[in-house]
């Protein structure tokens, strides 16, 4: 299969599901990397989401980990919501 889209986003959905969703987007669809997105609570999981995958997976690395800050607004009010984004990659070799 072709990799079209490596992100997931990570919600409320039990933890297993998205180490699962993570391990087929490296196995069957092949992709070389994957993006796990997550918003405000979520960001712990995603953490935890991606160290696991890592433990079970020894050629796997984190690329690249970016936080911010997003502005909602809803009902009329501003919200700041945090985000962070965890780019986990298949290493070409082994250390």
Do not use: Q, W
Not at 51 to 68: D, M, P, Q
């Amino acid at each position: 299969m072709v990799c079209l889209d490596n992100t997931i986003l990570v919600g409320k959905k039990y933890f297993v599901r998205y180490v699962a969703a993570v391990l087929y987007k490296l196995f069957v669809e092949g992709c070389r990397s994957v993006k796990l997105r997550a918003l405000g609570k979520n960001i712990s999981r995603t953490v935890h989401i991606a160290n696991s995958v890592i433990s079970l997976v020894k050629e796997l690395g984190i690329a690249y980990v970016g936080i911010g800050t997003l502005s909602l607004i809803s009902e009329g009010k501003r919200r700041s919501v945090s985000c962070i984004e965890i780019e986990l990659r298949i290493r070409d070799y082994i250390p």
